[in-house]
């Protein structure tokens, strides 16, 4: 996770801590505490499940994006690579005619 994670962790945990003290200090009837701390923590945990649902689809994005990424550099080494041993293939190929044309003028002064 990254420091902003991290930080808005940190925030909402210190928040939810705070808002349950906060009611359980408050006077009032039992019932009414209880409820306020029951939807209190329910909307602590739907923030929490939205704020994953957030991070899921960052890094699913990311992964994508360098996936893609990945592929496109592959695909161009690939392409260079080809290149690069179709003039190696071509230099041999000169240098091969190169000798041939040589041992054929020594072949023929012999």
Same mark, same amino acid.
């Given at each position: %996770?990254? !420091?902003? *994670?991290? @930080? /808005?962790?940190?925030? %909402? @945990? ?5 808002? $349950? ?10 019932? !009414? *505490?209880?409820?306020?701390?029951? =939807? ?7 923030? #929490?499940?939205?704020?994953? /649902?957030?991070?899921?689809?960052? $890094? %699913? =994005?990311?992964? *994508?994006? !360098?996936?893609?990424?990945?592929? /496109?550099?592959?695909?161009?080494? $690939? @392409?260079? @690579? ?5 003039? #190696?293939? !071509? ?6 005619? =190169?000798?041939?044309?040589? *041992?054929?003028? $020594?072949?023929?002064?012999?």
């Amino acid at each position: %996770m990254d !420091n902003n *994670t991290h @930080t /808005a962790l940190g925030i %909402m @945990t210190g928040a939810a801590i705070g808002a $349950v003290i906060g009611i359980l200090m408050a006077p009032d009837k039992g019932i !009414n *505490t209880r409820k306020r701390i029951s =939807d209190n923590v329910t909307q602590a945990k739907n923030h #929490v499940a939205e704020s994953a /649902a957030g991070m899921k689809d960052r $890094v %699913m =994005d990311k992964l *994508t994006h !360098n996936k893609h990424s990945l592929e /496109a550099k592959l695909d161009q080494i $690939v @392409t260079d @690579t080809r290149y690069k041993s179709e003039d #190696v293939i !071509n230099r041999l190929e000169a240098k091969i005619k =190169d000798l041939k044309a040589k *041992t054929g003028k $020594v072949r023929k002064m012999a």
